[in-house]
């Protein structure tokens, strides 16, 4: 017999409907990347003059051919930091001070504001007008207008990153320079020559190892056009028509809004690869489903925020990570995305299985067929909504470039928007969307520049490779100390050594990514962590994506934990409370990068895979991830008592080791409890019938 307080009023139709406007409100809300100052009518012209040259100088570059390597990371960040100024104000009061001009406002932007606006621009632009003849002769013999234009633009870095992505990161900048400078006075190891603070501001001024890098160079180059391509998928209907299509799959079964949110949050993240984005488009449809249906407030927003983080790791685009990689690695773009495929299934498949626990354990009901969309209507409806991610998609795994595939993908969503009577865009519509792209790329523009600096302190000093020695060290006396416990022959030094180095790196991933944008944390980690790895002689390909993954579960680890918090937000729930729970639910995707680091035909690409390796390693992986859901809900088939959630757990974590003992003890340690769960639900079932 049904519980009557579940009973809720229940989900219509109309209800699935997603609003782009209540979607984008609450993203702002609760992105602090998107949170724009007020502006005046003049100054707001101005400013969306401004971002939609922007989108049109990358749509045409990337149709039309890339300027050259400095000047269009040039002309790219200076557009950035110019604007960052203009639209992020100086505190968190600037949001709410009203957009008046004065003789010291001008446009109601404040004339500090504009002076480093300006100044942005004249330093950011200096480099790319040099002669290349001319710039190789004075990398290492800067001059003094080089000196003073590189400290500005550095100040000025940090204050826009500061403004755009809070603290944590310009202070992780301040802290490398500081070694850079100060580096004879270091302790131990960390010692070296040091050097002055023009041979400083040369280096990550003057080359392309610092401001002007790889970072900046990816988001300038790859990043930008995806965002953009993501706002109008997004505004064209692509995202309603997943979410539907995701009601159809999941719905229908237990906990169903919440099943929803999870395929809904795989199929939006496949064009935006934002976790917040994810977290308020998806969640402001599923969130107050879940909640009427019966799920705990805080439990409904960590569902969403935990299935949202995996937009990141979802082919084809995933956040920015995968453009990185390409440029990290120097491998094709297919590579990347095969490789990302069964982790990120992983991801989500451990989400599901701790949801559908958690439904069977309190009894929520699926989706009654009143309540579900037509998929029929939905397909028959919104079809050429599809036809521009097909054609990115085709013609990145053709082989040609990531900024042509976007080029392709913006221009067949604006003659889908133009054309399809279901969601038709008029031109007003069309600039509007060119705006926001461009401001949604403002906060990882300036992040991937301030990056830059903390890679060339790293290339100046050779720091990474002495945080790999220590990294390194420490972990091969914890592993002969651990090893003097263990009955020999089970675990060689080795891999005890890779053992505790991938904890170690994991939890510095996850507090460095405390505040830091993923983005910017794995370019960080891979500059730093991943050589640590390949030290102990795990595969390059194989240690970014460890790196990366547990960049992303900062996402939802507290004490900031963003996507959690703006989950919280919208379920009007405690935020720690949420952002404990979407860690929970998360955890199974923690237990992944291990398992491919252990068996790396789990990314079926990497070097050395097997058909043979990968099925074990896969299918120790299903079952350990279920295994280590029902112990974090204390459910299976039925009620798991406390013996049997400590089996699991240890179960779980032997059934991920891709060895053969390892494996064979885990299912020891499970069967008993299959055995118990098994028995007692056969003899439940008549009763609840």
Excluded at 541 to 551: L, N, T
Excluded at 629 to 650: D, K, S
Aim: charged share 10%.
């Amino acid at each position: 017999m049904s519980d009557p307080s579940r009973e809720q009023p229940h989900l219509t139709k109309s209800s699935l409907e997603l609003d782009p406007e209540k979607a984008k409100e609450l993203e702002e809300k609760f992105d602090s990347e998107i949170r724009f100052r007020p502006l005046a009518p003049a100054a707001g012209w101005l400013v969306g003059g401004l971002l939609v040259a922007l989108s049109l100088f990358h749509y045409y570059t990337a149709g039309f051919g890339l300027l050259s390597e400095m000047a269009h990371r040039g002309i790219h960040l200076s557009f950035v930091l110019g604007l960052v100024f203009l639209v992020f104000p100086f505190s968190k009061r600037g949001y709410d001070q009203p957009a008046r001009g004065t003789a010291l406002r001008p446009l109601g932007i404040s004339l500090p504001d504009w002076a480093l606006a300006v100044g942005a621009v004249v330093a950011v632009l200096h480099v790319p007008l040099i002669p290349l003849d001319d710039l190789a002769f004075r990398v290492g013999n800067p001059t003094t207008t080089d000196v003073v234009l590189g400290g500005l633009l550095i100040v000025v870095l940090l204050e826009a990153t500061r403004r755009s992505v809070g603290w944590p990161l310009p202070i992780i900048a301040l802290l490398f320079m500081g070694y850079a400078i100060w580096g004879p006075s270091m302790p131990g190891i960390l010692v070296h020559p040091g050097a002055s603070f023009s041979q400083l501001v040369d280096h990550l001024y003057l080359t392309t190892q610092g401001i002007y890098g790889i970072a900046l160079g990816v988001v300038a180059t790859y990043v930008f056009h995806f965002v953009l391509f993501g706002v109008l998928a997004t505004r064209i209907g692509l995202g309603q028509l997943f979410l539907d299509c995701a009601a159809w799959v999941a719905g229908r079964y237990a906990g169903g809004p919440a099943k929803v949110s999870i395929f809904g949050s795989a199929l939006f993240g496949m064009i935006s690869g934002s976790s917040v984005a994810n977290t308020v488009t998806v969640g402001s449809l599923t969130i107050p489903a879940m909640i009427r249906l019966g799920y705990k407030p805080h439990f409904a927003g960590a569902v969403e925020a935990t299935a949202s983080t995996g937009g990141q790791t979802t082919p084809p685009i995933m956040g920015a990570a995968a453009f990185l990689m390409i440029e990290f690695l120097g491998l094709p773009y297919t590579t990347i995305i095969i490789a990302a495929i069964v982790p990120a299934f992983m991801h989500f498949f451990g989400v599901l299985v701790q949801v559908h626990f958690e439904a069977k354990r309190t009894g929520l009901r699926g989706l009654r067929p009143d309540e579900m969309p037509d998929v029929k209507a939905a397909l028959k409806r919104d079809w050429p909504t599809v036809i521009p991610l097909i054609v990115l998609v085709g013609i990145l795994l053709a082989g040609y470039t990531p900024y042509l595939a976007a080029f392709w993908g913006i221009t067949l969503c604006i003659a889908v928007g133009l054309l399809n009577p279901r969601n038709r865009m008029s031109i007003p519509d069309l600039v509007i969307d060119l705006r926001d792209g461009a401001k949604y790329a403002l906060a990882v523009g300036a992040a991937a520049a301030t990056v830059g600096i903390i890679v060339g302190v790293v290339t100046l000093t050779g720091v990474g490779f002495k945080i790999s020695f220590i990294v390194t060290s420490t972990a091969a006396e914890m592993a002969g100390w651990v090893g003097a416990f263990l009955p020999a022959g089970w675990t060689a030094p080795q891999t005890l050594t890779l053992l505790f180095t991938l904890i170690m790196t994991g939890i510095v991933c996850i507090l460095m990514g405390c505040g830091i944008p993923t983005t910017a944390n794995y370019i960080i980690m891979a500059t730093i962590a991943a050589p640590t790895l390949g030290l102990l002689g795990v595969a390059p390909i194989v240690a970014h994506f460890f790196v990366f993954y547990y960049g992303v579960l900062a996402d939802i680890t507290p004490p900031v934990a963003l996507a959690a918090y703006a989950a919280a937000g919208m379920a009007g729930a405690d935020p720690f409370k949420t952002g404990n729970t979407a860690f929970r639910l998360g955890l199974g995707k923690a237990l992944v990068p291990f398992v491919f680091v252990f068996s790396p035909s789990l990314l079926l690409v990497a070097p050395g895979f097997t058909w043979t390796d990968f099925i074990i390693a896969f299918v120790g992986c299903i079952v350990g991830i279920t295994c280590l859901g029902a112990a974090l809900a204390g459910w299976m088939f039925t009620t798991a008592r406390m013996w049997e959630r400590l089996l699991l757990a240890l179960a779980a974590i032997l059934l991920v080791a891709p060895e053969l003992y390892s494996t064979l003890a885990g299912l020891v340690l499970l069967a008993p409890v299959l055995v118990r769960q098994i028995t007692t639900w056969r003899a439940e079932a008549p009763a609840a019938v």
